[in-house]
């Protein structure tokens, strides 16, 4: 898709913004805390994910950026940097040393961060758009909408 290294940290600063179902989290914390975790974020993870086997349909998350759970801003790159990130992917990010020179970079500036994230996003939207009725728009992300007319 011609999105550099820069580009591919910047898409994932997007996990600046919203929450991670702890389905996808109980591994890093049952039957052991994963120790990479920053120990200071570990009891706000286990208030929120109390359960080693959560109810997937259970509404038991944590947010991406106790922060700023709302704003995308670089604040994502100051968390995966302290070991606050929910996400393996979000510790590799911080860790890798392919990535980590950018990931400090777009802690250190937030222009940084938008200018990557704006020209990386750019590339994957016109990547093999979707148009007409090939694709839709979900109503909730993590669902297909019902296919009935609604006419």
Known sequence: ???DTP???ALLGSHSVGRTHC????HRLYPEVDPALNPDHVPHM???CFDPIPDPKAVQYVRNDRGTPMKLDNNYYLNILDSKGLLQVDHDLANDPRTRSYVKKMAKSQDYFFQHFAR???LLSENNPLTGDQGEIRRHCNVANKHHSEE
């Not at 389905?23 to 109980?26: E, F, G, M, R």
């Open 1 to 3: 898709m011609g999105i």
């Open 7 to 9: 580009g591919v940290v």
């Open 23 to 26: 389905v996808k989290l109980v």
């Open 46 to 48: 286990l208030k929120k």
């Open 120 to 122: 990386a996003i750019a």
